[in-house]
């Protein structure tokens, strides 16, 4: 049995408050705004927070150019705002904290298979090697695997729910030599459709993952479940609340079935990605709540009790697609 505690780790020093009162992003801190709302919810007993150790600037040289992180740390433009944030001391030392926080939550993972582990981050999976991009300042992704690839020879998969595609880590294959083993091209996941199409991506994607497992190909998953997925998120459009659910539940379900074939636990670890609301962020906070109540539900024993609340958006019935996917509908041959 798993430990009954969801393993998180977050400090506050990677959070960038400031960052998120006059952009168009909270991610910068959501960390802070999602814990808070679990001590809200009265979910803190379920999860144990660590601390750990931030990353130092040469660390982001394993999937970025020297000059681009020499650039963002020292706050040079053009490149240190290609991230589209507001450059400032407290961004670039909060970045070494939301990097390495997923770089030890996977580590643990992998160290310690029986707890499920949480990186409370998002801001990675845009980003270059030359550069940052869409509110993304350095490829969290690549760094934490391929220090995990060199450090311990495992390989990981990313199952990421983000509704857009995450292509920080294509587009640094051919920039990090032994990233294509550290994370394999099939192991990038990224689901297509809405609705039911999005939920048998999700089933195909699953069945190839539970194959290479099961071959000692993949030694861990990275769970990456954004909130912009939802078709009420400002940036979102692929599924509902229902699917949206549905996906968390398959996964953590499936997450069982492969640990019944393997004889002992998986590691997995948690993050959370995108999520974007700018009438009502709680929506966002509380999906992620409902998708960490699903994980310790179903991975942990709990039997806890939480319904998200989620508003509907306010430009939803401008768009006949977004309107037709918050029905339920699939619509075939739909691609973000």
């Given at each position: 049995m798993r430990h009954k505690q969801i393993v998180t780790f977050y400090m506050p020093e990677q959070v960038d408050a400031r960052n998120g009162e006059d952009l168009y992003t909270r991610s910068p801190n959501k960390p802070a705004l999602l814990l808070a709302k679990l001590k809200e919810e009265g979910l803190m007993p379920c999860f144990n927070v660590q601390e750990f150790v931030p990353f130092d600037k040469e660390e982001f040289y394993i999937a970025h150019t020297e000059e681009y992180v020499d650039a963002f740390f020292a706050g040079v433009t053009p490149l240190a705002t290609t991230n589209c944030l507001t450059w400032s001391e407290n961004l670039v030392n909060s970045v070494r904290y939301t990097n390495a926080s997923l770089y030890h939550a996977i580590k643990y993972a992998v160290e310690h298979p029986e707890a499920l582990t949480f990186s409370p981050t998002s801001g990675f999976h845009h980003a270059k090697p030359e550069r940052g991009s869409g509110f993304c300042t350095f490829s969290g992704q690549v760094i934490a695997s391929v220090k995990l690839y060199r450090e311990l020879g495992v390989s990981g998969a990313y199952l990421d729910l983000d509704h857009h595609f995450g292509n920080s880590i294509e587009d640094s294959r051919s920039f990090v030599p032994d990233l294509d083993k550290a994370i394999p091209a099939y192991a990038n996941v990224n689901?297509?459709?809405?609705?039911?199409?999005?939920?048998?991506?999700?089933?195909?994607?699953?069945?190839?993952?539970?194959?290479?497992?099961?071959?000692?190909?993949?030694?861990?998953?990275?769970?990456?479940?954004?909130?912009?997925?939802?078709?009420?998120?400002?940036?979102?459009?692929?599924?509902?609340?229902?699917?949206?659910?549905?996906?968390?539940?398959?996964?953590?379900?499936?997450?069982?079935?492969?640990?019944?074939?393997?004889?002992?636990?998986?590691?997995?670890?948690?993050?959370?990605?995108?999520?974007?609301?700018?009438?009502?962020?709680?929506?966002?906070?509380?999906?992620?709540?409902?998708?960490?109540?699903?994980?310790?539900?179903?991975?942990?024993?709990?039997?806890?009790?939480?319904?998200?609340?989620?508003?509907?958006?306010?430009?939803?019935?401008?768009?006949?697609?977004?309107?037709?996917?918050?029905?339920?509908?699939?619509?075939?041959?739909?691609?973000?």
């Open positions: 689901l297509r459709g809405t609705n039911d199409g999005y939920l048998a991506d999700l089933y195909r994607n699953l069945v190839l993952l539970k194959e290479k497992i099961l071959a000692k190909e993949i030694h861990y998953v990275v769970w990456c479940h954004g909130a912009d997925s939802h078709v009420y998120d400002d940036l979102g459009g692929s599924v509902n609340t229902e699917y949206w659910l549905l996906a968390a539940e398959i996964f953590y379900k499936w997450v069982l079935e492969v640990e019944e074939e393997l004889g002992y636990h998986l590691p997995v670890a948690m993050s959370l990605f995108g999520g974007y609301r700018t009438n009502a962020y709680d929506s966002v906070l509380s999906l992620h709540t409902a998708d960490l109540v699903l994980s310790a539900n179903i991975l942990l024993g709990h039997t806890m009790a939480y319904e998200p609340q989620v508003e509907v958006s306010p430009f939803i019935k401008r768009d006949p697609l977004l309107t037709a996917i918050a029905a339920g509908e699939t619509l075939m041959g739909y691609v973000d």
